[in-house]
């Protein structure tokens, strides 16, 4: 199902990839994400702007560490 974005997506999703600085490209993410159609059609691709904004983030708490299942039993 297609996107349908307006031109104003497409000028924020430039910044980002012109962005120098994480501040810069997180604050063009968050622009993206605001500005997208919320509908089933844009699922995936809030979903991926999401996980963008993380990985960014990481660089303002380096010392957070995700949580992963370690394979040990419960109990």
Not at 9 to 31: M, Q, V
Request: charged share 35%; glycine share 6%; with cysteine.
């Amino acid at each position: 199902m297609p996107a349908n974005l307006p031109p104003m997506y497409f000028e924020a999703e430039k910044r980002f990839r012109d962005g120098k600085t994480p501040e810069e490209k997180i604050e063009a993410l968050e622009e993206m994400l605001a500005i997208m159609p919320k509908h089933k059609g844009t699922d995936k691709l809030k979903a991926d702007l999401r996980r963008k904004i993380k990985s960014f983030s990481s660089f303002f708490n380096p010392e957070h560490v995700p949580c992963r299942n370690t394979g040990e039993p419960k109990g």
